[in-house]
């Protein structure tokens, strides 16, 4: 066959076609079926089409990406929306115009907090190295001893009671632009305890719940005065309304018993006050009260008991994708505890083709702006605290865009919502790079499926667009979310499109609200906004129900955006020559012709006209 071909022409052809990036060259194999990964219901099967990428351009992949594609090691698929039992619409936010949610602003101060090390999760276990939590290890401190003591037992507790005032701040039960006071913890006196009713074992007392209230008023009196109008959401003005020293006691006592361990004391609101009492049960009867303070893994207590402890350490390394034997070891862990993965599932080489190996070939950086300093390619980016691996996110950095493939973790490190906090680094890493290279402004979180309310989570970040599975149009996430509530597949560029009064389904009042997400989705997957559940079987792989390798006419009168016919300029690679379609078919008989015909339109449509006639479609 390759005898017949005109070496000369498809010379030419090649020449022509390569520039220095290298270029892309993939196999068609077709529809693939599998059982659905995300909704798992008996029967249901993901359907998509394949590729199998021997080499792809970073251009080439970020177009494919605008355009429904994904990879999985160095297969690429894109899902059959209307056949697929879960549609999967590719999302993305502008990184310049990201709004970080109160919940994501928790996240990064939990982590500043477990670095400054005064955070600590008792359901954590230590780093290397760090000493370990052990709840019977417990400094108590006597009443009856000298004063230094005393001391030592409030400059305990005061950083405790600042900690749940921030807590309450941060979380919005405090308006925003309000002081908030220092926290004073005062001993209550023995003379003082006689004219308390009910004081049996009050030893301290707090009044910054008085405080707080008063900066509160004085903050709405300093708006009134200055006539300012200021935006507060029904919420805030409920809680503004109806606050006071009770409410902000009962609050703090709240947060105190249920955040911070004080082995032995009781925290209780009364009248306002702020009350630290001694557990009558811990205590001999015939013994002065003694106060046990707090547990070492406490992690306010543990900070001031040793106040010249080493800040925790976070490193972030980006390295190029290869092979690691400390990360293969942590996603194993990561695969087994989180995911339930049975250990013998968890291989070296399914590590690897998985997360490994990449087709994107690795563009080096350019001191004109156009490339970051990192280069194109796919990367491991390293979280590492105190010298210990702790998170692994892989991505893809391209022309226009930073695409999150997937994070594993340490599972001993659940507290500390690591899938969240990558992502924010993600996000905060496009923004930083932005300033360098201009046209990478994107973050890419993968697929969004709506009909799978694990997967929601990704509308978090805001604000977020889908790509139109027809038109490949991106259509604002507010827009898109009332036509989904509606029906799983959605042509979404069509009603984006159309003026309010014109369509039957109305954008959602909601718009500008967060997405609301299930308690127990929030719990089990924003730790994870790249944990995608491969749903495509490979090539060859076991488990494949359906092999539709051939050409598919149901495939071809797809919805994608129309097509034309012509096939004849789509570059082919056989045996180590480049040629378009047009310039070999003659070595083919005409069965043989028209089944290829059919093979490239159907690749013709599914990778759009643009990169048919720019990848390579390898023959033989």
């Known amino acids: 066959m390759a005898a017949k071909i005109d070496t000369e022409a498809s010379s030419s052809s090649s020449s022509s076609a390569r520039d220095n990036r290298g270029e892309s060259v993939v196999v068609d194999v077709g529809r693939r079926r599998s059982s659905c990964g995300y909704c798992r219901s008996s029967g249901r099967t993901s359907v998509a089409h394949g590729l199998l990428a021997h080499s792809i351009t970073a251009d080439d992949y970020q177009d494919l990406l605008d355009r429904g594609w994904r990879r999985s090691g160095s297969f690429l698929y894109k899902p059959e929306m209307e056949k697929t039992c879960c549609p999967s619409y590719t999302i993305r936010l502008k990184a310049c115009d990201f709004i970080p949610s109160k919940e994501q602003t928790r996240v990064t101060k939990k982590m500043q907090r477990f670095l400054d090390g005064i955070f600590e999760d008792k359901k954590s276990k230590p780093l290397a190295g760090e000493p370990s939590n052990s709840s019977s290890a417990v400094k108590e401190i006597s009443l009856a001893s000298n004063e230094s003591s005393k001391e030592e037992c409030l400059q305990i507790l005061s950083p405790q009671l600042d900690n749940a005032v921030r807590t309450l701040a941060t979380s919005g039960e405090i308006p925003p632009g309000v002081q908030l006071p220092k926290a004073s913890i005062k001993r209550v006196t023995h003379n003082k305890r006689k004219l308390i009713s009910g004081s049996e074992g009050l030893l301290y007392t707090s009044s910054i719940s008085f405080q707080i209230a008063a900066n509160i008023k004085r903050s709405r009196s300093d708006e009134r005065n200055e006539s300012k109008t200021m935006r507060h959401n029904t919420d805030s003005v409920e809680l503004t309304s109806e606050i006071s020293p009770n409410v902000i006691a009962e609050k703090l006592a709240c947060l105190l018993n249920q955040h911070a361990e004080f082995s032995g004391l009781i925290i209780r609101p009364l009248n306002g006050h702020l009350n630290f009492y001694c557990d009558p049960k811990l205590l001999p009867s015939n013994k002065k009260a003694e106060v046990p303070v707090g547990s070492k893994h406490n992690h306010m207590v543990n900070n001031n008991i040793h106040p010249h402890q080493k800040r925790r350490r976070l490193e972030i390394h980006l390295k190029r994708s290869s092979f690691d034997p400390e990360e293969y070891d942590l996603y194993r862990r990561y695969q087994i505890r989180v995911h339930n993965d049975a250990p013998d599932q968890v291989s070296e080489s399914s590590y690897k083709r998985f997360l490994v190996d990449t087709p994107i070939m690795f563009v080096p950086p350019r001191s004109d702006g ?192 129309t097509v034309d016919g012509d096939v004849n300029s789509i570059l082919i690679g056989l045996n180590n020559i480049r040629m378009k379609f047009k310039d070999i078919q003659h070595v083919f008989g005409p069965g043989e012709r028209r089944y290829l015909e059919l093979q490239l339109l159907t690749y013709k449509k599914a990778v759009g006209p643009v990169l048919s006639e720019r990848m390579v479609y390898l023959l033989g």
């Open 370 to 561: 156009t490339v970051p300093s990192c280069g194109y390619g796919s990367f491991h980016q390293q979280y590492v605290i105190d010298g210990k691996l702790v998170a692994v996110g892989v991505v893809d950095i391209l022309p226009r865009c930073l695409s999150s493939k997937y994070l594993f973790w340490d599972p001993d490190l659940a507290s500390l919502s690591l899938g969240k906090y990558t992502a924010l680094q993600e996000i905060g890493w496009v923004k930083e790079n932005q300033a360098h290279c201009s046209n990478l402004q994107y973050y890419y979180l993968g697929y969004y499926i709506h009909s799978c309310s694990k997967m929601r989570y990704k509308a978090a970040y805001r604000p977020s667009e889908l790509l139109c599975p027809r038109h490949y149009q991106w259509v604002n996430f507010d827009i898109a979310r009332p036509l989904l509530d509606k029906k799983p597949y959605v042509v979404l560029s069509d009603f984006a499109t159309l003026q309010s009064g014109e369509s039957s389904i109305q954008v959602s009042s909601e718009t500008g609200a967060e997405p609301q997400l299930q308690d127990s989705d929030q719990e089990d997957l924003v730790e994870s906004p790249t944990d995608e559940d491969l749903v495509m079987m490979e090539p060859g792989s076991e488990g494949s129900e359906d092999d539709d390798s051939g050409p598919d006419m149901d495939h071809v009168s797809s919805n994608e955006e």
